[in-house]
């Protein structure tokens, strides 16, 4: 369950988020949405209603990034599988270490695996898994991706185009849609309204790898969620039991991915003030599919 805090105005929901880390991953995959989540307020004004609460996970104590960067993990992998449950949020950075990961089949493969079982097993929770750069080629090795649209660091869609289609091969044959986009958003929870074609955020056919996206931004409040028009059933039926999955390209494309996730969780406004407050302009990617549609 995530964490109730007090406030003046009553509980707010505090979203728990936690980070995967795996040795040589990307500094700034790490950093930046870390900042982001940090910085992202239920009400901009008031700093009590802090909307994120951060945890890292890593094989050890302490883990170093490509560059050299050392971080101290808050617990250790084991202790990130027995208390899986208690997370909302499970986001993977790439970097170098990436290749040791699908080398080795080493964490954070089998948490990803699990967090999205776990999702199947129990859609009544409004999951959400996101990767940073190459981390989605660990999203396609689990075979997770398959009959779904994803995106990584320019430099990999070849790579991911390979391990996507050898997970289909593995699996039940449905391919993924590789997309050289931004940031990409399956299963969004939103109002779509009740003409499609006049939404800003869905694509009605999902698009081929080369086509260019347009301007959308992030969906409503996660607060409000119980008003939509979801049920269990519906999320169910959706692929993942309704796990939102997203995946980013590279470095910057992780910012702009994790202000998407507080305009989805949070409001538009939080994102748009942490935007604002890291004088950063927000760059938006595509959703390929709501809950309602």
Known sequence: MSAITETTDGPIEVIQVLFALHPSFGAQELCGPLEILSKALHKINDPATKAFEITIAAPSAGVSSSSGLTIKADIDYDTAHEDLSEYDVLII??????????????????IISAFAKLQISDPSKERTLMSIGTGSLLFAQSGILQGLAATTHPDYYTKMEIICKDAARKGDLEQTDVMEENYVV???RYELGENLEENPFVLSKRPDAKRKSIARKGSNAWKESVKRRESNARRA???????????SGGITSGLDASLYLVAAMVSHESAQEVARIMQYTWNKGVTVEGIDV
Do not use: C, F, H, Y
């Open 93 to 110: 950075p790439g970097g170098d270490g990436v290749n040791k990961v699908l080398e080795t089949q080493s964490e954070p493969l089998p």
């Open 186 to 188: 399956n299963n969004a």
């Open 237 to 247: 039926s959706l692929r993942l039991g309704g796990l939102r999955l997203i995946t």
